[in-house]
């Protein structure tokens, strides 16, 4: 992949500040966009554009191929008749730095039901016509994903495999009766789609307006209570009643000493194999639509991944299986030709999984914040050690800011506190950061390295503490909430990564 040398900031579309509770794609968000352009950034990177489910973590989604229809736009429905003024107007009192996801559910499916009651009214044709122009090209998704949600909320949320046995597990005549008793239900679904993608599409391009690449993600795993799942239970790993057999996670590392379980069941990749990937290569030409560039999350996984007995209460006990390797990335590669994927090669990578990388072109990524340990003399991760086809952040979304790193956050990772205190003398000394602001120290460092891409949290720009942590891993409250408000983009920190873009050659 031809990267060519830029910078940009990570920052979820949950976490733009706005009137309505969470983040949303309408004038907030291009508002954002300039942010970035008059900063100098040429990349904007999000996590993934999914629906989330459980503990509304956007990598336990109800869909790979869906989009998060609460990042829907009220201001955009009104601006398409869709909404009344006083359904924009008279809104709850919201947090305005954190989400608080039940609040802000309950109003927007309200807004939600009124646009789409509204949209079934309109004498706006070309706006119904679009709509069934996507409602056809998306069908071999949209039509398992209306289905899938209308059915979870016919039967009160529960997991598919909880449901009465014969939808649970696809009886055609069954579905087809059930089917007709949630018709509203199943449209809506689709109307709430086809204005997500109408709404995301129309910001991408305004990206693409000023130079700005959208990086996406994609999770190398799915969630158990999903779509995907529920509708191709012949593609995981999972018994008669379909719970996984096996399941995802990692091995004891840096964030946890247990390991990791997410749970994730894993994919039958013999089975996989023999229908060409299909299922995969249609996820990537549907994430090529909505971004620019996709970052792979957990790319060790497709050479060897972390197996674990669905039974087991950690991570501790799994083992490591060969993941699909050379054959998936060459049918991917036949399918598609060369596609524009960063690896996110971090955690426990053996030589096999840097061969795979290299082979295919793809960039790794390094993280500044992991650059001091205490075996980290000759670390991949310290600037000076940079290779050029590489994406460098000063951290990711599991990681804590630069501020709450540097005072040796709560919760920060399995690091004793001497640890802690050896790691930011260390980090001190490189990068010669004695002072009031690490995090400029640290964007700085990236800034002037070999690396291609070089990407800052945003919460690292505006130089937040632990407060505004994004996620701590193998924890399940009070993630994915943070967000930033509309006082802090301010010029001078525009200004302050244009220098930086200019003086470094970005």
């Not at 909404?83 to 807004?111: H, M, Q, W």
């Not at 501790?316 to 699909?324: E, F, I, L, R, S």
Request: glycine fraction near 8%; charge should be negative; proline fraction near 4%.
């Amino acid at each position: 992949m031809k990267m060519g040398r830029k910078s940009g900031v990570l920052l979820h579309p949950t976490s733009i500040c706005g009137r309505y509770g969470i983040g949303d794609l309408g004038p907030e968000a291009y508002h954002f966009v300039d942010f970035l352009y008059n900063s100098g950034q040429k990349l904007w990177q999000v996590l993934p554009l999914n629906p989330p489910g459980y503990g509304e973590s956007p990598y336990q989604c109800y869909s790979a191929f869906a989009g998060n229809i609460m990042l829907i736009s009220p201001d955009l429905l009104f601006e398409d008749g869709l909404l009344k003024k006083n359904d924009i107007t008279d809104i709850p009192d919201f947090a305005t730095d954190r989400v608080e996801f039940g609040k802000v559910k309950k109003f927007k499916n309200y807004l939600l039901k009124q646009a789409y009651d509204n949209f079934k009214k309109t004498q706006n044709h070309g706006l119904s016509d679009n709509f069934n122009l996507f409602c056809a090209d998306k069908a071999w998704w949209l039509e398992d994903y209306a289905l899938f949600m209308s059915f979870k909320n016919l039967f009160g949320g529960l997991d598919w495999n909880e449901w009465e046995k014969n939808i649970a597990f696809r009886d055609k005549s069954a579905m087809a009766g059930k089917a007709e008793a949630v018709r509203y239900e199943i449209e809506s679904q689709k109307f709430r789609q086809y204005i997500f993608f109408r709404q995301w599409l129309k910001i991408k391009e305004y990206c693409r307006e000023k130079d700005i690449s959208i990086i996406g993600d994609i999770p190398i795993f799915v969630s158990q209570d999903s779509a995907d799942v529920w509708s191709h239970p012949e593609l995981f790993r999972l018994d008669e009643e379909g719970y996984p057999i096996v399941v995802a996670g990692v091995p004891p590392d840096y964030f946890c000493s247990t390991g990791q379980l997410w749970g994730n069941p894993i994919y039958d990749w013999e089975k996989m194999k023999t229908l060409n990937y299909r299922w995969w290569i249609d996820r990537f030409k549907n994430m090529f639509e909505l971004v620019d560039i996709v970052r792979l999350d957990h790319f060790r996984g497709f050479e060897a991944y972390w197996e674990v007995s669905a039974d087991e209460e950690t991570a501790v006990n799994g083992k490591w299986v060969n993941g699909p390797g050379d054959d998936f990335f060459n049918a991917v590669k036949s399918a598609l030709g060369e596609v524009p994927i960063i690896a996110e090669n971090l955690g426990v990578i053996t030589q096999e999984v840097e061969e795979l990388r290299v082979k295919f072109g793809f960039p790794g990524m390094a993280i500044l914040q992991f650059a001091f340990g205490r075996d980290s003399n000759n670390s991949a991760f310290r600037p000076h050690m940079f290779e050029k086809n590489l994406a460098a952040y000063t951290g990711t979304h599991d990681n804590n800011t630069v501020i709450g790193w540097w005072k040796g956050g709560k919760h920060d990772s399995t690091r004793s506190a001497r640890e802690i205190e050896e790691e930011r003398k260390r980090a001190e000394m490189y990068l010669n950061a004695a002072g009031s602001e690490p995090n400029w120290a640290f964007i700085r460092a990236l800034m002037v390295s070999v690396a291609d891409f070089v990407i800052f949290p945003l919460q690292d720009v505006l130089g937040l503490g632990g407060e505004a942590r994004m996620n701590t891993p193998s924890t399940i409250r009070g993630n994915w909430a943070w967000r930033y408000t509309k006082d802090m983009l301010k010029d001078n920190l525009s200004g302050k990564l244009k220098d930086f873009c200019v003086i470094y050659g970005r």
